[in-house]
């Protein structure tokens, strides 16, 4: 460990040293961010290595979750000798999954000789940390960008704040199932019947009517399965870093070498997301050839055939760079993809709203705004009013909501207009090539309609081997949630800059009413980490002293099995877990290697086979 630690810190010392003339100035001048993002960075993993200790078991009869998978995958991938890991399930095989961010993870509890049960609590809040980390980053370089050329007479300080909010956005807040659960709560003991308790796993299956997962990133962090999901989480985050690098670092004639490194490592990051979380890879590979395009846009005087030609080429060499580079994985994994279907169920808005609400709130009012600043800034009644041709739009708009909502597809009337806004936003800033920070605007416009497209589709179509749709909308929605939180964040600092130019799409009353709103959505999405965390924290066998061994509860829990027909009434074994805590520490002190060990057959979720 000692000589592997010592050889990235000489790496990292030849680095600077290659690079000190351009690396000292850097330090020297931004030692502030540098070390505001380091402490933040340490901030956030100890908040949530303290909320780990103070809940640190891996199993739970019926809010074990995916904590018995994760845990085999990262001892199974500790244990190996040789890649792919072995199957810790089946003998003879090897791991068919995308298992590249817990071999991360294993490398790290291997290098620093931490046991499996501890070194998985400590991954938790590393990804935490780390995906705090990435979205402050984004927000603050997106948003940096834009107040350079749009409004540089503002404070670069504000800029901080965006960070801040893209952060708690994608990392901190919840969705608004909170605020309605303690509504739903408080009416319910107005009527005598009692102030129920606080149900945080409500807050993940929003959708009641259906299967569907509806986790969100904080949601993930603290129910702590240290799955694909949650380990792609800050590199889904780097990819899209990457992306707005590569769109914003390209200058005309500037010369492909220039940004070659950067497409090298873009691809490379979403190749990384193919055996962390294969699910990331449309979305983040679509925002991969998206940046490309941006960067051949601003790199070249006119788009022509050649240009079109080159961003195709790019695009596939991105692709075998992306595959390439994981070869080894891809050889030994067999993608249980078979194709599409259409899905079973639509989504109401009314859940679409309770899951994104804060976001689409804030992001339509950019939009808006937008609009208006294009429009020569005049009232948004007189921009309608004053132009037949958007009073017929403007009803176009409304029949489609109405008649959409009358059979049954409401959600995908309200995000096909909002696509429908987007992109004509985006083609607005495509036409002002030569104009400064054209490049962001068409990269924020896009994501924009990305998140609006994805939303519509998945009320489409599923994939054709999912149980409904119930991972279609699980890992989609985490992935649109993550872009949502840091566009918001920058969206929200572009409104109060709009403001405080005076250049407001609204009336002082209507701002008065705007900021109610939103006041109203943040408070509402900030409960769940308030109040999901005490229940969660609550939702364990026992409560013992802080720790980080996930399985220190075995030493005083006791289980009860229902018995065959799964219902608890019938209690017809109670198990104490000492027992099989003794049987796994005589096995890991007295059995070399990995031999096969014969395992009891139950149903899942079961004591015998966990």
Not at 438 to 447: K, R, V
Not at 449 to 468: K, M, S
Request: glycine share 8%.
């Amino acid at each position: 460990a000692l000589s592997i630690l010592s050889l990235l810190a000489l790496s990292s010392a030849i680095l600077l040293y290659l690079k000190r003339g351009s690396m000292i100035p850097l330090l020297k001048n931004r030692w502030r961010y540098i070390g505001a993002t380091e402490i933040l960075f340490l901030a956030a993993f100890l908040v949530f290595l303290t909320i780990r200790a103070a809940n640190p078991d891996l199993w739970h009869p019926w809010r074990g979750g995916e904590k018995p998978m994760d845990l085999a995958y990262l001892t199974a991938i500790i244990k190996s000798s040789v890649m792919p890991p072995y199957d810790p399930w089946y003998a003879g095989g090897y791991i068919n999954y995308y298992y590249f961010g817990h071999f991360m993870v294993a490398m790290l509890a291997k290098i620093t000789g931490i046991v499996p049960t501890t070194a998985y609590n400590l991954g938790i809040p590393l990804i935490f940390a780390l995906t705090l980390s990435g979205a402050f980053s984004a927000g603050y370089n997106l948003t940096e960008s834009i107040r350079r050329i749009r409004y540089p007479h503002l404070n670069p300080r504000s800029v901080l704040a965006a960070a801040l909010m893209a952060l708690l956005f994608v990392g901190v807040f919840g969705n608004l199932d909170s605020a309605a659960q303690i509504i739903q709560n408080s009416w319910d003991w107005l009527r005598g019947m009692g102030f129920s308790s606080f149900d945080y796993w409500r807050s993940s299956r929003i959708m009641s009517d259906e299967l569907s997962i509806t986790e969100f990133p904080f949601w993930s962090f603290l129910f702590a399965d240290l799955h694909a999901h949650l380990l792609s989480i800050p590199f889904a985050i780097l990819a899209l870093c990457l992306s707005i690098n590569l769109a914003l670092l390209t200058k005309e004639k500037s010369g492909y070498l220039t940004w070659l490194p950067a497409y090298v490592l873009l691809w490379f990051s979403i190749g990384a997301l193919a055996a962390i979380n294969t699910w990331d890879v449309p979305v983040y590979g679509l925002i991969g050839i998206t940046a490309i395009g941006i960067a051949l846009r601003n790199n070249e005087r006119h788009i022509d055939k050649k240009v079109l030609t080159g961003w195709l080429t790019l695009s596939v060499i991105g692709g075998v760079i992306a595959y390439a580079a994981f070869l080894p994985f891809h050889t030994h994994y067999d993608n249980p993809f078979t194709g599409l279907k259409l899905s079973p169920d639509r989504t109401s808005l009314s859940d679409y709203l309770m899951i994104h609400g804060l976001w689409f709130f804030i992001l339509i009012s950019w939009l808006a705004s937008e609009a208006h600043q294009i429009s020569g800034k005049s009232s948004l009644l007189e921009h309608f009013y004053k132009s037949p041709k958007r009073i017929g739009f403007g009803l176009i708009a409304v029949l489609i909501v109405l008649l959409s909502s009358l059979i049954g597809w409401g959600t995908v009337g309200i995000l096909t207009l909002s696509f429908l806004l987007s992109m004509r936003l985006l083609t607005y800033w495509l036409d002002k090539r030569h104009e400064d920070g054209s490049a962001i605007f068409i990269f924020i416009s896009f994501l924009i309609a990305l998140v609006f497209f994805i939303g519509i589709t998945i009320d489409f179509v599923a994939l054709a081997n999912d149980i409904d749709r119930m991972n279609t909308v699980f890992k989609f929605y985490l992935s649109t949630w993550i872009i949502l939180g840091i566009l918001s964040g920058v969206a929200l600092w572009l409104l109060w800059a709009t403001n405080s130019d005076h250049s407001s799409v609204f009336s002082s009353g209507g701002n008065r009413l705007w900021i109610g709103i939103l006041t109203i959505l943040i408070i509402s999405a900030l409960l769940f980490p308030l109040v999901g965390t005490q229940a969660r924290l609550k939702d364990r066998f026992n409560i013992i002293p802080l720790t980080l061994n996930g399985a220190a509860y075995q030493e005083n829990a006791e289980y009860t099995d229902p018995g065959p027909s799964g219902h608890a009434i019938e209690q017809n074994s109670t198990y104490a877990l000492k027992s099989d805590a003794e049987a796994l520490k005589y096995m890991q002190q007295n059995i070399k290697g990995s031999p096969v060990v014969l395992e009891g057959i139950s149903s899942q979720y079961r004591w015998a086979p966990r």
